[in-house]
């Protein structure tokens, strides 16, 4: 990418953010930023329940990342977030208007397999249903691109990045 963008890997859980999100961080030479680690306890301690987040607990969050995008304006770095609504995204949006996204696709099926076998993250699987809920697709006039996440990180990442790259491009 000619410009160092910050790159927001978006997406239901499940889909790689965690682990993908690295891993294009260094295939572009920029940091990464878990965006879990944004949340404050009280979403964590929320979701750990198998209660759903609701907007006003999702603000704090992502004006947290926002901020973490901001600083990172015209220097790059890649964060993770669900990023799920549109309203959040446009909040996103409104911190660095440079933040391009990365929406990470699946079938429900794999992706509730890869959720079932994680270990250790405070994310209920019987979450997931509220997640496809409440997921809204890029809209056209969004800076971003949709990947699948069918095949292994590596793959994964190697269409991320060629994506980001043709979105630079054009």
Do not use: C
């Not at 901001?70 to 790059?76: D, F, I, S």
Request: proline share 6%; charged share 20%.
């Amino acid at each position: 990418m000619s410009t160092p963008h910050v790159v927001v890997v978006m997406g239901v859980s499940g889909t790689g953010k965690t682990t993908v999100g690295p891993l294009i961080a260094g295939a572009l030479g920029v940091p990464y930023a878990e965006g879990d680690d944004f949340h404050p306890p009280a979403n964590i301690a929320k979701m750990s329940a198998g209660v759903p987040l609701d907007d006003a607990d999702r603000w704090p969050w992502l004006d947290a990342i926002g901020s973490w995008a901001h600083e990172r304006a015209g220097l790059g770095g890649v964060v993770s977030s669900s990023a799920l609504k549109r309203a959040y995204r446009d909040r996103l949006r409104a911190a660095a208007p440079g933040a391009v996204f990365l929406h990470l696709t699946g079938d429900r099926s794999l992706i509730g397999r890869r959720l079932a076998e994680r270990k250790g993250h405070f994310m209920p699987p019987a979450l997931l249903d509220s997640q496809f809920a409440a997921l809204e697709n890029l809209e056209a006039d969004e800076a971003g691109v949709a990947v699948d996440v069918s095949g292994t990180p590596q793959e994964i990442t190697e269409r991320a990045v060629a994506a980001l790259r043709r979105l630079d491009e054009s």
